[in-house]
């Protein structure tokens, strides 16, 4: 492909010819100028008088074994660089991944997070049949959304906009739940003040009255 360099290959050929085995990958280039990946084992052949005669390749195409392999790197950045949290729960819902967010929003680090409960950030004011309401339709294989009051590590209160998906295997079993959520805090703040606000203007246009 001409994609290596010299010294790539001189390792090479100074490991096979010293006797070893050579272990590695290849980026490779076929008749038709398409680049493929290739894992190869590449061992001398050597005879009775400890002589190398030949020389065995056997060869793996990893072409899309490396393509997925990057495109999981890229969502794993995408996630660990989102401005909104990620946490991802076993099906029974204890918490197997926090993205860097979620200890910004909560308070609460990674090796906290682990192994807990999401009702670790429940602020009490929410009433239990919500929950039930919730987990009710993710276990039955459908997306929740709506919003939580929840409660940081610190006691501080926040709000937070959710969206709580199940993950299922090839055989369309539940194997985890993964939500997402966005901070609302300030959004909820200026809406009840402007509820607020409105309710003191008709208080004050029915005094008038």
């Known amino acids: 492909s001409g994609q290596h ?7 090479l050929w100074e490991t096979i010819l010293a006797g070893k085995e050579w272990h590695g990958e290849f980026l490779n280039k076929k008749k038709s100028g398409e680049l493929n990946w290739q894992s190869a084992n590449i061992a001398p052949v050597i005879n009775d008088n400890q002589n190398i005669t030949h020389f065995v390749s056997i060869q793996e195409d990893i072409t899309d074994k490396k393509k ?31 993205n860097p967010h979620f200890a910004e929003v909560t308070g609460y680090s990674f090796n906290e997070a682990i192994g807990q409960n ?30 939580f009051e929840n409660k940081k590590k610190s006691g501080e209160i926040y709000w937070e906009m959710a969206s709580i998906s199940p993950i299922k295997n090839d055989k369309g079993e539940i194997t985890h739940f993964v939500a997402v959520k966005e901070d609302i805090t300030d959004r909820i703040k200026i809406q009840k003040e402007l509820e607020a ?12 009255q």
């Open 5 to 11: 360099s010299k010294e790539f290959f001189k390792e």
């Open 68 to 98: 997925n392999a990057e495109d999981l790197h890229k969502l794993s950045r995408a996630i660990e660089q989102t401005p909104t949290t990620v946490v991802i729960t076993d099906k029974d819902g204890t918490i197997e991944y926090v």
């Open 118 to 147: 999401p009702r670790i950030l429940k602020s009490g004011s929410i009433p239990d049949n919500f929950y039930k309401k919730l987990w009710t339709t993710i276990t039955a294989g459908n997306i929740w959304q709506g919003e």
């Open 197 to 208: 606000r409105a309710g003191r203007l008709a208080h004050q246009n029915k005094t008038l």
